[in-house]
């Protein structure tokens, strides 16, 4: 049989990587930029953050936060408060030293204006918001203070690969301060809850909720807690974290408050993020060897309607584009309207159906001048073959749109879900473990075991070898306390881990 | 007569800097950060910026334009490519010279990881778009591309002032590119013309909206229009710039695409941007000596509702409250609901009433156990004196709220266009120029004269020791093509310049 032609080339079983670069660039939504590491998000993948923002800002504040803007350079000093947190970013700091710049000399142009204390570039604000805190903060009547901040960030990585990894990128950090451990314990539970729903209800991105074992947990945290999803290579994706800093990072900024007895204390805090990684594992989870897979609910746009221009026939071919356009516009589908676009640009039909199908927007409308004649127009679905076609009645065929989203949406959801849980396997020994991660197989997907959280260099070493990490000790897998023996140490332990393969 | 007590000290009359400070730290909206020139943005000051984001970001999509994200950091042979452009910035740039932290031996940090190009932070994000543009743009059907970039940027300034001029601010700044020079044009106009409607429709101040002169024009730009305000100082505030490019950064850039009749050109673009600079503009237009004032449709709280709490009926006063905060928030302005908040915070009534007066919410909802009995509730306006108060029924009362915005809307506009015109001066000889800008006096406000726009050294000279600068030729004032006297040069002009000290 011959091979089907697909949208994207490489497909997925060709070649993952670079099928996912070629889904992003055919979709138009990001390209890398002459700046190190750095991105440009293009109109359709920016659009896709914004309803991403808008979601979760909205909900965010239906949970009691605020949003405020903090600067981006940190003084230098500011790093080195927290001996854990400085260690975690040091290493990957843009170091603003001068201000300004000059001739030099050579036609060219030079940095001038030393610093006396250079800066950094913020790669997260913990330091310098922990430092704003513990100036708006003396008494417990100060609490809780429930921040959110919208930002770009900077971390110098080495290797970038489009949203999933570059030096910049744009996020949102929590930032909480509370005046007891439990209360600012539920804090974090509320917001990774608050992830995991808007990663299952919006993303249709099935999460294992879970604890970071000690090594992956965030610079000076006490407890990290995560989402974890899998993408179709089988690798694992982290896609927001929450963490629960108990008193250190009050104590290295000195947030104290009286509490109600009267005494000084220092205050227990929060943080939590999600970035514009989101995309690139919202890629990998749905995309298809056509390209871009969209769950209707977090689409920029729904609708597309492509209309086929004759030489005569062009206004009245535009005219009911635009009158079907506002009709379905009318419809609401999650509770908001249905974002359709016409595209009437230039190109041939053929090839603007294919762009929007790599764009993965969910439903394709086409009108020519004899589905005029016949009032009724073609409908294709982003989730059937492209060559699937529905004719249509002009007047009554889009009323039950909002219900085909729907039925969409759950369908991605569905599959995706199907996909995860036929890539869990079981496994109770190290020999099953070291032949599942065997580096001539492919990924494994998530394996579990039983094993205790204490990592010791042998277990490090191991991990290293087969590229493995320990991505959480998900919930999930530890609602009872049976105990059984840990597969590395063979001590006791009722605690099982996922480890993957992982972005 | 006994001076009246204030809400901030001091006043306006007694110092105007002074008393702008404190309103921002009245209305705790902003206050300065450890970075140098930097502000923190308070969660009261960074909901108004998001409500300004919300309502420009609307109209920017309503005229055809997308959002984009290009990278923080420029390389430094960017900012080489238009001469003028780098002369305009090179003095304010922060620049990144290294990429990582290393112990300095001493216990502390230093730079590490020197770049080979440095970046500098952008202070505009001309450079980088022009470039992506270039690579973007072959043919003429590529065209208009019309972006918008909602960001963070940097301009390294020696003297600041919370939202008014400080190192880093946020703002939006527009690129469009076009095909002819007419459509760029009137690309330029559109976007002045939204930032008109933007400033007398929502903030509720009156600007004059004109063309620079050739000293105040964007470096590298042909025309520079602009949106200037009067402030109660009688200083000028540039309140948004629109640019049109001409060919100068298509050509700086490589912008280059086939027109329709085959030939190789070069396109024409614009820029152009608001920034957090208007909150320090909608301060200064409205606010009085009791603080913050909000036109109602740019608040973004519109109703609090301050409960007094007694010792036995707190909770059914707390529930009055969220019986009426239902109420009131099923209301629509200005095609949105009402927003309340109840502040149930421990303070005392007084404190808090107070509180919510220097943050200029609209309206202010008291409740006590004595209400309750009466079922009324009682109103106070931020239009009218703190004690004035109105006693109404808990069921009809609030009926007329979407009214009484309204007129506030409508009534602090026009106390500012009152303002502003009895501020504006039209002098006929250098004489008087001179004397209505006299140091010893008072800032004089708009003052409009005959002058043509080739500036000349003497006339630089005379501004500079009057600390004037030309604001723009205003259209308002240029309808007519009637030649007078250049009260500078002597010369015939029909142009009309407006001068001002400006912020």
Redo the contacts between chains.
Sequence with gaps: MAKQRTAITPTREENFPEWYQAVVKGADMA?N???RG??????WG??L??KMQKILDTKFKETGH???????????????KEAEH?DGF?????????????GDGKG????A?KLEE????RPTSEM?IG??MAKWIQSY?DLPIK?NQW??V?R?EMRTRLFLRTS?F?WQEGHTVHSTATEAKEETDTMLGVYKWFMEEYLATPVFDGEKTPEETFPGAEHTYTVEALMQSKKALQNGTSHYMGQNFAKGCGIEFTNKDGDLEHAYTTSWGVSTRMIGGLIMTHSDDDGLVLPPKIAPKHVVILPFLGKDTDDDVLDACHKLKNKIEKLQFNGEKIEVVIDA??KNAGQKSWDWVRKGIPLRIMIGPKDLEKNSFVLTRRDKPANEKQFLDMETGTGNFPDILEEMQKNILEKAMKFRDENITEVSSIDEFKNIFDLKKDDPGFVVCYADSELNEEREELLKELKATARCIPFAFNENNEEKTCIFSGKKTSTKIIYARAY
Tied chains: 1, 2.
């Design positions: 390209e930029s002459p700046t750095c991105m440009i998000i293009k109109p920016y659009a953050w914004e605020e949003n405020a803007y903090f600067p981006l350079l940190i003084p230098l000093s500011f790093m080195a400085v040091a290493k990957e700091c843009a170091v603003v030293t001068h201000h300004r710049l000059e060219g142009l030079k940095p204006g250079p800066y950094i570039i310098i430092d704003a009547r921040l930002a770009n900077m110098w910049e744009l640009s230039e």
